[in-house]
């Protein structure tokens, strides 16, 4: 699981005022105190979820060498749809920190919530599994 890629996802004004910032700083991220992020199998549910109202959205990679010290990987809030363990910088995330970005469009084809949750699932049971060996 830590030496998974983490990926951000914003709106493009988000990322517009990113870059006018010098940092990466979203409405949620300011009322959690954290920045969000998700790997390759919670990026799906993650756009599901929290973008869905979006038809374009940005995608960015960091620099993981340099975001990796300051991860932590906690578990989703009790109250969640979502289970498993989430990455959270605790710090910037500055744009030099971005290592490559891609702008997202909305596909025709559109899995149910429930398949995205479960995939999550059992990407985490895999990945406890993994840790253990």
Do not use: C
Request: net charge neutral; charged share 30%; proline share 3%.
């Amino acid at each position: 699981m830590k030496n998974q890629n983490v990926y951000k996802i914003l709106s493009i004004r988000e990322w517009n005022e990113a870059r006018e910032l010098g940092y990466i700083n979203t409405d949620l991220d300011k009322k959690d105190g954290f920045i969000h992020f998700s790997n390759a199998n919670q990026l799906a549910a993650s756009l599901e979820l929290y973008f869905s109202d979006y038809e374009e959205v940005m995608l960015l990679l960091p620099k993981m060498k340099k975001i990796k010290p300051g991860l932590k990987y906690e578990p989703a809030d009790a109250g969640s749809k979502r289970k498993g363990f989430f990455a959270h910088l605790y710090g910037d995330l500055m744009i030099e920190d971005i290592d490559k970005s891609w702008l997202i469009k909305r596909g025709a084809f559109q899995l149910p919530q429930s398949i995205l949750l479960e995939a999550e699932l059992i990407n985490q049971f895999e990945t406890r599994l993994a840790d253990k060996v």
